[in-house]
């Protein structure tokens, strides 16, 4: 089925992205591999997200060319996103794995993948912002960038304590 | 023409010849040219000021109904509370559904009194509490931004409270223990740049209303200023924020607090939760970054509170 090869495609590079430490194993069911592996890129963007800000911030010692590498592989996880919550995914699917995402996540599905793409659409803009090495232009692209994902998170996703 | 022959008289009977008179009247409308472009000037400034003012304040984040699309400032956006349900009304100019109809006065008591151009009091979910130290000046330029806007037919929905918090008559007595009308001076003796802070978080965006636990009644329990609570709105959690180490933002940097205003990121690379997310989007993150960063040193001179909600 084409879908799960897509998927086997996505947790491997997802997998890739964010370190063997969280590899699904084979034994686990196609949602669970699923939900562990859009858990494991949302770690990745986070991770990229706070290097790209500590960077802002002059907390680390990154240059605008990690910053560019930075916003690519959030644009790549980005993309991915869709496929780890395509509708078969749902959390009533996925037996007793912890999950944060809202049902409504589903009912609105387009409405989700139209955020996806926004997110993708703004890291891109942030690593052509990267390449002008201009810290106000990286600074305002990363803000833009951030609030793609605040307002995904706001609409989908549980609240955490 | 009656006012030229006016103005006429008022030459002939004047010792200003007729250049003087040309000229008096070139002035006089240069006058009128220069004021009333300076009244539109200063009501385009009322208006930007009121449109950042409105969003830190956060109207719109009760006043309209996001969850179900419904009409900016329209209304009928649920406040969940421990109290029962609060429904805000519509405060979009419609003169009849709305509060098109109120005068500058009238605005000014509703802030700054908690009352209602007819003289009822309202609840302490609208947080005139917070408000009520805002200037007649920042109040007038965010009415001056709602009467911008569009007004829209609607009625306002009832709230649904529990007994006894449902009895009206009970407010002025809830008032007289809980509240103390302003404005009062935020902040005294401390840098400007504190009381800037001191002025956006207490008096405009009222942080504490969501950030300080309350007591039995529903005041502010002040001596746990901005320390978390563990019925915040919707039954969440809100964080402590005063510089505790251990319990609350001790260990954030001033741009720390400034990229949560700003893009509501978190130091951990995260995002801010749902309803903080409201606070931000069109919220904090319309304001200048010196306001920004006087929120942040305001929250960092607070005195820290152990308190884990």
Known sequence: ?161 | MRIVSELDEIAISSPIGSTGRALALAATALAAFLGLAASAMAQSEMLERGAVLFAAAGCANCHTDRKNQGPLLAGGRSLITPFGTFYAPNITPHPEFGIGAWSDEDFIRALREGVAPDGSHYFPSFPYTSYTNMTDEDMLAIKAYIFSLEPVAQESRPHELDFPYDQRWALPFWKWLHFEPGPKPLAEGQPDEVRRGAYLVEAVSHCGECHTPRGRLGGLDRSMWLAGSSDGAEGEKVPNITPDAETGIGDWSADDITFLLSMGLLPDGDVVGSTMWEVVSDGTDQLSAEDQEAIAAYLMALPPIEHRP
Request: aromatic letters at 4%; hydrophobic letters at 40%.
């Open chain 1, 1 to 161: 089925m084409g879908v799960t090869k897509h998927l086997a495609a996505v947790v491997l590079a997802a997998a890739v992205a964010a370190g063997p430490a969280s590899l699904a194993t084979a034994a686990d069911g196609e949602a669970v591999q699923a939900v562990k592996a859009r858990q494991d890129l949302m770690k990745s963007i986070g991770g990229n997200v706070k290097g790209l800000r500590e960077m802002l911030q002059g907390k680390n010692t990154d240059t605008a060319a990690d910053a560019q590498r930075r916003a690519e592989e959030i644009a790549e996880s980005a993309r991915q996103i869709a496929v780890l919550f395509e509708p078969e995914y749902h959390i009533s699917n996925v037996g007793d794995i912890e999950t944060t995402a809202k049902p409504e996540l589903w009912t609105d599905y387009e409405d989700f993948t139209s955020k996806a793409t926004a997110l993708e659409e703004a890291s891109g803009e942030l690593a052509l912002a990267a390449q002008t090495e201009d810290m106000n232009a990286i600074k305002t692209a990363f803000g833009d960038m951030s609030k793609t994902c605040g307002g995904c998170h706001q609409a989908y996703r549980v609240k955490k304590d």
